[in-house]
């Protein structure tokens, strides 16, 4: 496997249900990253691990647990979602590093459908 | 106000035509300028990176960046079926290893044979 891979690449599930989202990154890279891409609007920042660390929670509601259990892993936890969460979320690592930006290498998405 | 504003499209043109796609944005302190590629069911991928001011050429494309009008573009000569995508611009002010993307909401594009 190279890049970053995502599994599922499509999930529905109902509002009560309890299911996690998968992202690997074979890259080397330090820093994952969570977004997520709704028709018509830009892509939204959700989390940021940076050396295993959550350095941003851009304001998600708490049915959306993140967890980054080593540099190479990031999972999305959900549950109890709402139908406005519907929406593909992609995840993303770069190498993070001091006074700069590096490029952010992106997986295929899951789409998630709840219904 | 957004910070970021790209128009939607959809965008069509006849294969062989220069295309020219723009953003503009707010944030004076972004300094970092990219453009991504999206195709249908598939993540976004980089195209182009530029840092400031100034143009960039990789081939077929050309980045522009106007930090004084607050203006950047993304020129693809030579349009093939295969640009067919969304294309998303995405900006980023100097941080220390916390690395923030503010992206437009991007603009479909189709290329016609």
């Known amino acids: 496997e190279t890049g970053v891979t995502q599994t599922p690449r499509h999930l529905v599930m109902g509002m009560t249900n309890k299911k996690s989202l998968k992202c690997e990154q074979h890259l080397g890279h330090n820093a994952m990253y969570w977004y997520k891409q709704s028709a018509k609007k830009p892509l939204e920042l959700m989390f940021v691990?940076?050396?295993?660390?959550?350095?941003e929670n851009n304001s998600v509601p708490s049915r959306f647990s993140p967890e980054c259990p080593n540099s190479s892993h990031l999972f999305l936890h959900l549950h109890t979602l709402q139908p406005e969460d519907s929406a593909l979320y992609l995840c993303?690592?770069?190498?993070?590093?001091?006074?700069?930006?590096?490029?952010?290498?992106f997986g295929p998405g899951t789409r998630l459908t709840v219904l | 106000q957004k910070e970021v504003e790209q128009d939607p499209g959809p965008l069509s043109v006849p294969e062989g035509a220069i295309v020219s796609l723009n953003c503009t944005y707010s944030?004076?302190?972004?300094?970092?300028f990219m453009w991504y590629r999206q195709y249908s069911r598939k993540g976004p991928e980089l195209l182009m990176y530029?840092?400031?001011?100034g143009n960039k050429e990789d081939g077929r494309f050309t980045a522009q960046v106007d930090k004084s009008s607050k203006y950047i573009s993304l020129f693809i000569r030579d349009s093939q079926p295969s640009d067919s995508a969304t294309y998303l611009c995405?900006?980023?002010?100097?941080?220390?290893?916390?690395?923030?993307?503010?992206f437009g909401t991007g603009t479909r594009l189709t290329i016609i044979p």
């Open positions: 995405a900006m980023s002010a100097p941080d220390f290893g916390n690395e923030k993307l503010t």
């Open positions: 944030n004076s302190a972004f300094q970092y």
């Open positions: 530029t840092y400031s001011s």
């Open positions: 993303a690592s770069s190498q993070a590093r001091v006074g700069g930006t590096d490029t952010q290498y």
């Open positions: 691990y940076n050396f295993k660390e959550q350095t």
